[in-house]
């Protein structure tokens, strides 16, 4: 039988980590799913298996899950503004340009992208390795506004304007809503603004695309709480203090 350890958690430390929190911020899994595996004696610290959530993590402590090392990184998030021509993909190295190369010198922990982008797509591209923060913003039910500027081939009639506004049904069981859809001031009518809850990759195109026009262009140009204000094109930068605890305080 492996033994447990029977000696208290070490106190907390400005150096020292919660167990769950270790875990957590290594990518395995969110924090609650760490809770679970910690009660299930799936962890070990130094050979020994703790099953107290609020152990604190030690600097060289050896921390396995499963048999495995696990090394926690300190939670980053990173902001890009992205160019075409990158396909937003986490797997680098598989394709000839993929936005991993647009912030490698961003930090040297491996950070991803939270929401998948396309190669023509451009805009707002949200980096992190908060695991509990990526599955936060990838809930359905999270309803996370973004806000697209879209350039189409054709005027927008306002008949289908209209349309839009009310929903689109895209086949025939699937209506894609957004929250608002406008004309944007001083532009031609084939340029719009459309703003979206929705996680679904490449809705927008879906929409337009039923009724009869094909996107030319899409930029993100506003996620939550982010804008582009000060971040050129193809450039990055880190999120604030206090950008980071807006989105930690979304229930």
Not at 56 to 63: N, R
Request: charged share 30%; glycine share 6%.
């Amino acid at each position: 039988m492996e033994s447990k350890s029977d000696n208290p958690s070490p106190k907390k430390t400005a150096s020292s980590t919660r167990l769950n929190k270790y875990i957590a911020n290594s990518g395995i899994c969110s924090r609650r799913e760490a809770d679970m595996y910690i009660a299930m004696g799936m962890v070990k610290i130094n050979g020994k298996i703790v099953v107290e959530m609020g152990y604190q993590v030690q600097p060289g402590d050896d921390v396995r899950y499963d048999g495995r090392r696990v090394v926690s990184d300190k939670p980053a998030y990173v902001l890009l503004n992205k160019p075409k021509g990158f396909l937003g993909s986490v797997k680098k190295g598989t394709y000839k340009k993929d936005v991993m190369e647009l912030i490698d010198n961003a930090t040297s922990y491996r950070i991803d992208p939270v929401n998948s982008m396309d190669r023509t797509s451009t805009g707002l591209l949200l980096f992190t390795n908060d695991t509990e923060l990526k599955i936060k913003l990838k809930n359905p039910a999270r309803g996370i506004n973004k806000i697209f500027q879209v350039v189409l081939d054709k005027n927008l009639v306002q008949s289908d304007l209209e349309k839009i506004r009310d929903g689109v049904v895209v086949d025939k069981f699937d209506k894609i809503h957004v929250e608002a859809v406008s004309f944007i001031r001083g532009e031609t009518k084939r340029k719009i603004g459309v703003e979206l809850s929705t996680e679904r990759h490449r809705a927008i195109f879906h929409i337009f695309e039923k009724l009869g026009y094909k996107v030319e262009q899409i930029d993100r140009v506003v996620y939550a709480h982010l804008t582009k204000k000060d971040l050129p094109r193809g450039k990055w930068r880190h999120l604030n203090e206090r950008e980071i605890n807006l989105f930690k305080m979304m229930k």
